[in-house]
């Protein structure tokens, strides 16, 4: 593989630590760990990764400082790991500049698939921050930017302007978590009262189009309590 993105790990739990650098380094990527808040900063200054996985919970400092440090004056992609019961957390880092997170316990694939989808999205970001071309296909779903158009199983789906907005976005941050917050800021400018509503009631019709029952995941996971998640392509 020719992906040689160096990843710095801040794990202090020393297991996690070596599974993922294991996992990374065969995956053709070059990692560098840290143990605590201290070191990782040490270590993210003399190294300049392309990515930071990141845990909360470390000895000497929140994770969450880390986070607020490196948004000071860098883009560069965060991915938080958190416990299933940080549901509050997660928002807090995505809000703080995180750009996903990963729940423990996690495998190799969940990683794997999670740093690819935050390396590529950084790069998109980069380069056509929000253009309007090309496709976007997912399984039997495909969206043509320039017409506006989503099909699936080559049918066309009617959406409303807003209803197409929501999934335009979601694809162009595929793979990743998109708070509420991040969604209808995207899709409306500005959040109000009713925002949340407004776009769950969008988020529901999308998924009745796009052939959701209610509880079940096509295209679009529903992320408890944090956003929503376009699968990636493929
Ligand atoms: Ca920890």
Redesign the pocket.
């Known amino acids: 593989m020719s992906n040689k993105h160096k990843i710095l790990v801040v794990?202090?739990?020393r297991k996690i630590r070596s599974f993922m650098k294991a996992i990374l380094d065969t995956n053709g990527y070059q990692v560098v760990t840290a143990g605590d808040c201290v070191q990782g900063e040490f270590m993210y200054c003399s190294h300049r990764p392309d990515l930071v996985l990141l845990?909360?919970?470390?000895?000497d400092m929140d994770g969450m400082c880390f986070i607020q440090k490196i948004r000071l004056t860098d883009a560069t992609p965060i991915i938080v790991l958190s416990a299933r019961t940080e549901e509050g957390d997660k928002v807090e880092a995505l809000d703080a500049g995180a750009n996903d997170y990963i729940t423990k316990p996690f495998g190799t694939a969940e990683l794997l698939a999670r740093v690819r989808a935050t390396l590529r999205n950084h790069r998109y970001e980069k380069l056509e921050e929000g253009d309007s071309y090309g496709k976007y296909v997912c399984r039997d779903m495909e969206i043509d930017y320039e017409k506006r158009k989503v099909e699936v199983c080559g049918e066309e789906i009617k959406l409303t302007q807003t209803e197409y907005n929501i999934v335009a976005l979601l694809s162009r941050h595929s793979g990743r978590v998109m708070t509420y917050a991040a969604i209808i800021r995207g899709v409306w400018g500005s959040a109000d009262a009713g925002s949340v509503k407004k776009l769950q009631v969008n988020m529901a019709n999308i998924r009745k189009k796009l052939g959701s029952r209610p509880g079940e995941s096509k295209y679009i996971i529903n992320e408890l309590g944090v956003g929503y998640r376009m699968e990636d392509e493929g």
């Not at 845990?55 to 000895?59: E, H, I, N, Q, V």
């Open positions: 794990e202090d739990e845990d909360l919970g470390l000895p």
